[in-house]
């Protein structure tokens, strides 16, 4: 590992399995970071149990579907920047979010867009620990921070534009923190990149297996095949012959991601404006795309289930926790609960 490597830490719950929403909005990206920056991809088994708490089953099955999925798309554990981690697996992140918590006003987390926008869902269901969400999420981030009397690097964390206000949050608290004690955390600074959401196959904006609307990356041929001819497409086109609507239509919006032969793409679009093309045609050849698609991805997966995966993430957990250590006896010393008049 490069000691002039930036550091990198991102994320996903373990929910269930990975679909082709989150190749396209996080996977795909992450793929390209681990050739220039020391990265640090967490499964976040802690933050699932603040909306999964009561089937914890599907969060452990989920960690080993997530952990072929990120080997599947390509990240590589075994280059020395690469580092799978397990967050359960760190007790220090649970002792740093209760130390950051203290400088944390409750409002902040009522304020923050997630917490307003699950809590809906969530109704009368909320627990504690899902209103200490970003605090939680902050301890994640700042764990790998270097010491900011040894490093001003920031923390970088690969966002689209519509999630810079949860880092703002995250740099808030390490403000309130540095201020009430001394210089221990430097700030984050957002990754922005080009994270697209893809719509569910049934046209809603999420993806989700609860829905029904997904594509798993881990889905075999015929599964993939059902559920593409099972897409939405243009409600108001009754006839093979009618002229139809391409803008907003889910077939089409997968065909312009996945499917490399533009020029097939493009002819489609005019047939279906014109209504010289039927959705069984359009959706078959969308079926070729995503097949060819995945079929890469297929291969490495089974590759991946012959391996010890179990062993990337204790060692990718282990490194991260070295750093934890340091990171929580430097808060430690800041809040002088390392007792020195005790010596």
């Not at 020391?38 to 080993?64: W, Y």
Request: aromatic share 8%; hydrophobic share 35%.
């Amino acid at each position: 590992m490069s000691e002039n490597m930036k550091r990198v830490l991102t994320g996903i719950r373990p929910t269930g399995p990975l679909h082709l929403g989150h190749y396209v909005g996080a996977l795909k990206q992450w793929v390209l970071l681990q050739d220039e920056y020391e990265c640090f991809f967490m499964i976040a088994d802690v933050q699932a149990l603040t909306t999964h708490a009561g089937n914890p089953k599907v969060i452990e099955e989920s960690v080993r579907d997530v952990l072929l999925d990120f080997l599947a798309v390509g990240l590589d554990p075994t280059k020395p920047n690469v580092h799978f981690i397990l967050q359960s697996a760190i007790p220090e992140l649970a002792e740093l979010t209760v130390y950051l918590s203290m400088v944390t006003p409750f409002t902040w987390m009522q304020s923050n867009p997630t917490i307003q926008q699950e809590s809906k869902a969530l109704g009368k269901g909320i627990s504690t620990g899902f209103m200490c969400y970003p605090v939680s999420q902050a301890a994640d981030i700042l764990f790998v921070s270097p010491d900011p009397t040894e490093s001003k690097e920031e923390i970088l964390v690969p966002v689209g534009e519509d999630q810079v206000p949860h880092l703002r949050d995250t740099n808030s608290i390490v403000s309130a923190f540095n201020r009430t004690y001394s210089p221990t955390f430097n700030e984050c600074k957002p990754l922005l990149g080009d994270y697209p959401r893809l719509v569910g196959t049934d046209g809603q904006l999420k993806m989700s297996k609860s829905l029904g609307n997904c594509i798993n990356l881990g889905d075999d041929e015929k599964t993939v095949e059902k559920m593409v001819k099972g897409m939405f497409t243009d409600p108001n086109r009754i006839h093979p012959n009618d002229p139809g609507t391409v803008e907003g239509n889910p077939v089409f919006i997968y065909h312009d991601i996945f499917n490399p032969d533009k020029k097939e793409v493009c002819d489609l679009k005019k047939r279906y404006k014109d209504g010289t093309v039927g959705d069984v045609e359009v959706k078959e050849k969308l079926n070729v795309a995503i097949q060819s698609f995945l079929k890469p991805i297929r291969e490495r997966r089974k590759h991946a289930e012959k391996m010890d995966i179990k062993k990337f993430l204790e060692d990718g957990t282990d490194f991260a926790r070295g750093l934890a250590v340091k990171t929580l006896s430097r808060t430690r010393k800041a809040m002088h609960l390392d007792y020195p008049s005790l010596k």
